[in-house]
């Protein structure tokens, strides 16, 4: 391996498609070599266990409700309604996405942590280096973060994927509910939203830079955009009196996801599931220019 | 309760195997004890000489480079050339603008004005940089939580080189007993080391280096000398910044003084030293009243 050998090697241009197989493959390579790897595949799979437990428990409960409630007319209606087929289809769809709405947070914070820790480690540097096409290497901690995010679902749906049908048994509610398409809808809903999740986490970690400060705005818009969105939409549906107002909360990244996954609609006055995924989708395209954009031009010192 | 048991079961499985799986594995976690400084390895490894006809790539060119930070010129209108086959020293005191200029021509920071050139190529013009030019700049710049190893996979893996190579590298450097300890267990001469690996990965024929004396003891500085000199030997260029003066003597053919962000003197050793008693004189007189101590 001379470097007279190499040197007119290195003026060919490789495929841009070979190269970025390569960087994916080196952005892969960086998760599975530090403690990252640990904490998200092995905390995650702790979640999503722990995520089924609950998600068991509290079927059962409403299944079977405790005789001294005071609306115990109500809950022994749901449970009944649980029965139908309808219903088992609803419990089934819940369970094999069970604690989704938490669980996805972790592929924000994947996300965020694919391009902060490359600052805060100070391997931007070399990283670039090695690859002085930055658009290139952004564009392979996207798909490494999307990968990650399809990763991730399947081992959330893995683990429902198992405990469901014993669940649906031990329940005594027909297994059939499993195939139902509500079932299918939440599951494939869920995977888009996994992958839309780590992409927005992406590009705020590349707007943002500092992994503490881009985790905690995740986190933050996250947690936060439900509550602001629910404010700011029903103090225009007092003002103006227009119910569909009430829709525009899906403006909010969290609760776009929300509309997105859920079956039938998310709350009063929401629009259809497509508006959520549209929302997230601009919002993940936005983010990651932007981070693009930023990346491309900041220096690196 | 059953599902929870499970996953920590498969979990541990998992991370035995992986530990089993790795030599030294064990060993990561422990900060390097003292008297573990790798042996300096008695053979340099430099690759094969570069053919005359192909020394023009690795010219570097640069000319009226100037960088500012909000009003402030921290690089001032730089010019300079390195020659193949020899040592260029980048002299200058502390925060005189050397980084700076190393990292614009690495591509690293974008200068306000001015271009720099390696070959005919500005660096992000070059499909695989790495193949051609070798940089060192802050100690190592490996991530902490990473294994020396690791982190020189990493870059094969995103150069497209075999990652047999990062073994080939850590040996050349005298890092191999320690490749597989993390890098937070690492002496700054070991980091150095590390950086000098990386630097050397993709066999370059041009090398480029931000003060890589620092934090080495007088072993370590004495192979990194025989090392770069040995590089430039082979046909490949060497640049070099510093402010070590009495190393600089001993290393470089050529000199390039900055201060202030602008050269104020460049030519071959002997030129720049001219009618002073010696480099240090040459120096002080050079960049009086322009460097942190006015």
Same mark, same amino acid.
């Given at each position: 391996?001379?470097?007279?050998? +190499? ?110 820790? +490359? ?62 398409? +509500? ?119 | ?137 802050? /100690? ?78 007088? /072993? ?75």
């Amino acid at each position: 391996m001379s470097a007279a050998a +190499e040197v007119p090697a290195s003026r060919v241009a490789g495929s841009r498609v070979a190269v970025s197989a390569r960087l994916v493959r080196a952005e892969v390579m960086k998760i599975r070599t530090t403690r990252a790897w640990w904490l998200f595949v092995g905390g995650f799979a702790a979640l999503t266990a722990l995520a089924a437990l609950f998600g068991w428990a509290s079927h059962h409960a409403e299944l079977y409700p405790p005789s001294d409630l005071t609306n115990e007319a109500d809950a022994l209606a749901q449970a009944a309604a649980d029965r139908t087929p309808a219903g088992a289809a609803a419990l089934a769809a819940s369970m094999m996405t069970s604690g989704q709405a938490l669980l996805v947070l972790v592929t924000l914070l994947l996300g965020v942590h694919v391009v902060t820790s +490359e600052y805060a480690a100070r391997t931007m540097t070399s990283t670039f280096l090695v690859t002085p096409r930055r658009e290139l290497v952004i564009g392979a901690k996207l798909v490494t973060a999307a990968a990650f995010g399809v990763g991730l679902w399947a081992i959330a749906t893995v683990v429902d994927g198992v405990v469901t049908p014993v669940f649906l048994a031990a329940q005594h509610l027909p297994g059939a509910a499993l195939g139902s398409s +509500e079932v299918m809808r939440a599951v494939v809903m869920g995977l888009l939203a996994y992958v839309l999740w780590a992409l927005f986490g992406l590009g705020l970690g590349a707007v943002l830079r500092n992994p503490v400060v881009a985790a905690v705005a995740a986190i933050a818009i996250y947690a936060g955009g439900f509550v602001v969105a629910e404010l700011v939409a029903h103090l225009l549906n007092y003002a103006f009196h227009a119910s569909w107002l009430l829709g525009l909360a899906v403006l909010a990244p969290a609760e776009a996801s929300n509309v997105m996954i859920a079956s039938g609609r998310a709350f009063q006055g929401a629009p259809p599931w497509w508006a959520g995924a549209l929302v997230l989708v601009a919002y993940g395209v936005v983010l990651a220019g932007l981070g693009v954009a930023v990346i491309r031009r900041q220096d690196v010192s | 309760m059953i599902i929870v048991l499970a996953v920590l079961i498969v979990g541990g499985i998992v991370w035995l195997l992986r530990n089993r799986a790795r030599p030294g594995s064990a060993e990561r976690r422990r900060a390097a004890p003292p008297g573990a400084e790798p042996q300096v390895p008695a053979e340099l490894s430099v690759g094969a000489p570069i053919p005359e006809e192909l020394w023009p790539l690795g010219r570097v060119e640069v000319s009226g480079l100037t960088k500012e930070y909000g009003g402030v010129t921290v690089v001032d209108d730089v010019s300079f050339t390195a020659e193949p086959g020899r040592v260029t020293g980048l002299l200058g005191p502390n925060g005189a603008g050397k980084t700076t200029t190393l990292r614009m021509l690495l591509g690293l920071v974008a200068p306000s004005g001015g271009v720099a050139r390696i070959g005919r190529s500005r660096y992000g013009e070059i499909e695989r940089p790495v193949l051609t030019v070798g940089a060192l700049l802050e /100690a190592s710049g490996a991530h902490e939580g990473r294994t020396g190893r690791d982190h020189l996979r990493v870059l094969c893996r995103a150069a497209g080189l075999p990652l047999a190579r990062a073994d080939e590298v850590l040996g050349a450097v005298g890092l191999a007993r320690v490749g597989g300890r993390l890098v937070r267990g690492y002496s700054l001469g070991m980091r150095q080391r590390l950086g000098v690996a990386a630097a050397l990965v993709g066999d370059p024929q041009v090398l480029i280096l931000d003060e890589p004396g620092n934090g080495l003891d007088p /072993a370590g500085i004495r192979w990194t000398r025989d090392l770069l000199r040995a590089l430039a030997a082979s046909g490949r260029t060497v640049l070099v910044s510093s402010h070590q003066l009495a190393e600089v003597e001993q290393l470089a053919d050529d000199l390039v003084v900055i201060a202030a962000g602008r050269v104020v003197a460049s030519g071959t050793l002997e030129s720049v030293i001219g009618a002073h008693a010696g480099l240090e004189e040459a120096f002080l007189e050079l960049t009086a009243g322009r460097g942190e101590i006015r």
